[in-house]
């Protein structure tokens, strides 16, 4: 402050002063109480009747998601109350098991007994295996007409769109640890349809044990309304591969300047980088025989079985199951078809039956007006996230050879390859180079030969031969040749 002199004058404090005054401030601060937050408020801290109520108002789909959220919700979700209103209102039993008065919901006694006389999620298994069967039941129906042309279902592709059928691979190491890959390519021919999966995430080849195929759909469907992708699903096992040792243990059926591929029955393709001896990509051909029942009847463990051949026996013909028999045959890449034809009235003499086989020629050598064209040049087509390819001669094969009733008698779809002949053609029409095709299954063997014709640049087949197991043959028609 200003004294009369005019000089300013100021006031220090005392020694200690200042400091007892900053420690009183401190002391101040850790005796003050800290403010108490408020509680988290989660739904899982709700009671559990109000969790119910809540429940009550989803649907199937949403309670079997929710019920995978963690162990209280899966317990509520599989409330009896719940699922039997779900089942009453959805199924429409032929006994009725709730009743509506003045706008509620009310349990008659049969309600009652449903409820206490059942464990847990009773009543929700109960509504799921109704509802899927009534489903397949539908799905299956959409399968039963038959192309008259093919003799194969003719809205195979419809039903699988409306089922919301996909297919799925999954590949085990030998540590036990399984990689599943499901973003796929299709492409829908007349009797097949082939899959294509690629990905930059493929275990390592030396570590992989089996393949899986599995069909997905969803595991409760409205048909009247667009597959959910994201529900709940259920698989069905349709063929199971064992890929140690694959390049030893399989067939090489072709290869470009990127990719190796090898064939394993029925119906697999493996893409190897040949820099690398890694997975490139992953084909499946599916023939359409059955296929709607292989991909949703099964289980995720066990294949669907389909129900055994009941032989009819006939004492009168004595060449019963030896003709009249007739063949679909698709030749094919992934985007363009070299081949389809039908030939009916095949047969096999007695005489021709030799080394297990039955003998069915489809073309023969010295018949040259049965002879048959294909249509551009033989090659399969292969993609990735980053490369292309084409792999000459290789391709698929579809066949559907039907006895004597029509029946599918033995059905494939699988990649195969041609391959240079050392002979020569011996024949006065043809002067070209002579290549063959062979595949083999536990049913049957299929031989083709084909000359290539420089001048018109075009493939022509002028062997085709069938040989079907004796033991098949006799399993189905009751004969014993």
């Known amino acids: 402050m200003a004294t009369g002199r005019g000089r300013l004058r100021t006031f220090a404090a005392r020694p200690g002063e200042c400091s007892e005054t900053v420690n009183a401030g401190i002391k101040s601060l850790y005796l003050t109480p800290a403010l108490k937050q408020k509680p988290r408020v989660c739904i899982e801290s709700m009671p559990s009747e109000m969790l119910l109520k809540i429940f009550s108002y989803l649907d199937a789909v949403s309670l079997l998601s929710v019920g995978c959220v963690n162990k209280l919700f899966y317990d509520l979700a599989n409330d009896n109350g719940i699922w039997l209103k779900i089942y009453s209102s959805c199924l429409q039993p032929k006994r009725t098991i709730w009743k ?176 690398k001896n890694e997975i490139a990509f992953v084909m499946v051909s599916l023939h359409y025989h059955q296929l709607l029942e292989r991909s949703i009847l099964g289980s995720a463990t066990v294949q669907y079985a389909p129900p055994p051949n009941k032989p009819v026996l006939d004492d009168i013909d004595p060449e019963y199951g030896l003709h009249d028999y007739s063949l679909h045959l698709e030749m094919h890449g992934r985007s363009c078809t070299y081949l389809r034809g039908t030939f009916r009235n095949l047969f096999c ?11 069915l020629t489809v073309v023969s050598l010295k018949d040259n007006r049965k002879h048959l064209p294909l249509i551009g040049t033989l090659g399969l087509s292969w993609e ?61 063997k299929v031989c083709v030969k084909l000359v290539w014709l420089e001048e018109t640049r075009q493939y022509i087949i002028v062997n085709l031969v069938l040989y079907v197991s004796t033991e098949k043959v006799n399993n189905w028609y009751g004969t014993n040749y």
């Open 100 to 275: 509506m008065k003045s706008e509620q919901t009310e349990a008659v006694p049969l309600g009652c007994a449903a409820l206490h006389d059942k464990k847990p999620g009773y009543w929700k298994k109960e509504y799921i295996l109704k509802q899927t069967a009534a489903v397949k039941t539908r799905i299956m129906q959409l399968a039963k007409p038959l192309d008259p042309y093919t003799g194969l279902p003719c809205k195979n592709k419809v039903a699988m769109k409306l089922s919301g059928l996909s297919w799925i691979i999954v590949l085990k190491d030998k540590n036990g640890k399984e990689h599943v890959m499901e973003k796929a390519n299709l492409s829908f021919k007349h009797t097949s349809v082939t899959i294509l999966w690629y990905s930059t995430n493929w275990p390592c080849l030396d570590v992989v044990s089996t393949l899986k195929l599995f069909g997905v759909t969803p595991l409760l469907l409205d048909l009247n309304m667009p597959p959910n992708k994201n529900g709940p699903r259920r698989l069905s096992l349709i063929a199971e591969y064992h890929l140690a040792n694959l390049t030893e243990s399989s067939v090489a059926v072709g290869a470009d300047g990127l990719v190796q591929l090898f064939s394993v029955n029925p119906g697999l393709l493996i893409g190897i980088w040949k820099e």
């Open 349 to 359: 003499r007695k005489g021709d039956i030799a080394n297990g086989y039955l003998r």
């Open 384 to 444: 990735t996230d980053v490369f292309k390819g084409n792999v000459k001669d290789c391709y698929m094969m579809n066949l559907t050879l039907f006895d004597e009733i029509g029946e599918p008698f033995w059905c494939f779809s699988a990649p195969v390859c041609m391959e240079l002949s050392s002979k020569t053609s011996g024949l006065y029409d043809y002067m070209g180079h002579i290549y063959t095709t062979n595949y083999a299954d536990s049913e049957g």
